[in-house]
């Protein structure tokens, strides 16, 4: 089995930081893409940052200059460090990854909430 599982998140106010981890687990051969969404209230879900196995990354507008997304492949981790948070940042975020696990597949982490008081 192949398992996502998100930390870091939790209540902060505007214009503080917060610092989310994703680790993946399992018999994984490889990793492409790894990715951070997020999903508010009576929203659809939607990316906000993506990086590559050799670290290309791509960030929604919204976030650009705020967050950095970075990975360790050895760790078959990805982090998503968010600055000058906003109360619209407020969501569950979930983290992505396409691997080799049993044929390439995308898989998803259970899900992190992030809240941020104006």
């Known amino acids: 089995q192949v398992q996502l599982v998100e930390s870091g998140g939790g209540l902060v106010q505007a214009g503080g930081s917060l610092r989310l981890s994703c680790a993946a687990s399992?018999?994984?051969?490889?990793?492409?893409?790894m990715g951070w969404y997020r999903q508010a209230p009576g929203k659809q879900r939607e990316v906000v940052a993506t990086?590559?196995?050799?670290?290309?990354?791509n960030y929604a507008d919204s976030v650009k200059g705020r967050f950095t997304i970075s990975r360790d492949n050895a760790k078959n981790t990805v982090y998503l460090q968010m600055n000058g948070l906003k109360p619209e940042d407020t969501a569950i975020y979930y983290c992505?990854?396409?691997?080799?696990?049993?044929?390439?597949?995308?898989?998803w982490g259970q899900g992190t909430q992030v809240t941020v008081s104006s």
């Open positions: 992505n990854a396409d691997l080799l696990w049993r044929g390439w597949g995308t898989h």
């Open positions: 399992g018999r994984i051969s490889s990793i492409n893409v």
């Open positions: 990086i590559t196995s050799s670290g290309t990354t």
